[in-house]
């Protein structure tokens, strides 16, 4: 296979992390790459009793490979770790935070420009993609209600050909056999020159429980605006966290600077009144690696306030 050929198989296949990845190898049919990202910001919640405190929001590193097999067939790998705090606790007004390192993706598969990506192991499922808007910390509301958007036990399979695309995933269990769940989702997307659309469905069952999911989004672009729009409905495990919700976000760029913002509205039965969550932001690009931001947040929920976020951002 032409090295041309592999590397615009991987940069498909790892979509999320290929605008930034560092090819270290590539002879005779095998490609690897390098790929991290680190994000540092000082924030506050919109809860009223959220501390204020430097937060480690990202830190991921990995690794990810190709090795040609044949013309249009190539296998696949994936590893990366992240570290970032994740417990948060607050005694007598002192912040401690304890960051913790963890396999964040481990898998492996089989990937054909002509006939997709099969991938299984450690990684993200099709409702890891579910969401509009260009936040960095705060970002709206949507109707996904099963609750799980990556496993050690996952299968997933994608296919993009330009004007339309498709990814179907399922997860078995979280962690051990004696979890008792599954989950199931899909994708299915069409682009029409400026406007991408995208209907996801999905179905998670959790011991004698279930829940659906289904959500469409639609985003155009136009010259240095982005506009989207998403609407969902939910049946969740219970009655009381079926739901519906609808939102709208932009984004416009001028120069290094972008200004975004979003607004969702989010009815859940068993809840007493809807929500609306929104968002604003403006963030500098150095580069296409190097981004500093700032952005406001918050919700119409008692005992909320306006909650703040200003960072930077490293890839590589």
């Known amino acids: 296979m032409k090295k041309t050929i592999l590397a615009t198989m991987l940069t498909s296949l790892f979509a999320a992390t290929a605008a930034h990845s560092a090819t270290v190898y590539e002879a005779d049919g095998v490609t690897l790459d390098v790929f991290g990202d680190i994000e540092v910001q000082a924030a506050k919640g919109t809860g009223d009793d959220d501390p204020k405190m430097i937060n480690l929001d990202d830190a991921d590193f990995g690794i990810q490979a190709g090795y040609a097999l044949t013309e249009d067939l190539s296998a696949v790998g994936k590893i990366s770790v992240?570290?970032?705090?994740?417990?948060?606790?607050?005694?007598?007004?002192?912040?401690?935070?304890?960051?913790?390192?963890?396999?964040?993706e481990a898998f492996v598969g089989l990937s054909s420009a002509q006939w997709g990506t099969l991938t299984v192991g450690q990684q993200y499922m099709i409702s890891d993609d579910i969401g509009i808007g260009n936040d960095y910390a705060f970002g709206i509301a949507n109707s996904y209600a099963g609750g799980y958007y990556d496993g050690r036990q996952v299968l997933k399979y994608s296919l993009d050909k330009g004007n339309y695309y498709f990814g179907l995933s399922y997860l078995l269990n979280t962690d051990s056999p004696s979890d008792n769940v599954e989950s199931i989702d899909a994708k299915l997307g069409v682009r029409l020159d400026a406007l991408d659309l995208t209907a996801y469905l999905g179905k998670t069952d959790v011991a004698d429980q279930s829940s659906t999911t289904v959500i469409l989004e639609a985003r155009y672009t136009i010259d240095n605006l982005a506009l989207e729009a998403a609407v969902g409905s939910a049946d969740g495990y219970?009655?009381?966290?079926?739901?519906?919700?609808?939102?709208v976000a932009a984004a416009y760029t001028v120069d290094k600077v972008t200004y975004s913002g979003g607004y969702s509205i989010f009815d859940q039965d068993g809840a007493d009144d809807k929500v609306n969550n929104y968002f604003v932001n403006a963030a500098y690009a150095f580069n296409s690696n190097v981004t500093v931001y700032a952005e406001l947040g918050g919700d119409d929920t008692d005992d909320s306030e306006l909650g703040y976020a200003a960072g930077m951002a490293v890839t590589f």
């Open 238 to 247: 219970s009655s009381d966290e079926d739901n519906t919700s609808f939102g």
């Open 82 to 104: 992240t570290g970032e705090d994740e417990d948060i606790d607050e005694v007598d007004g002192d912040v401690t935070t304890t960051p913790e390192v963890n396999l964040d």
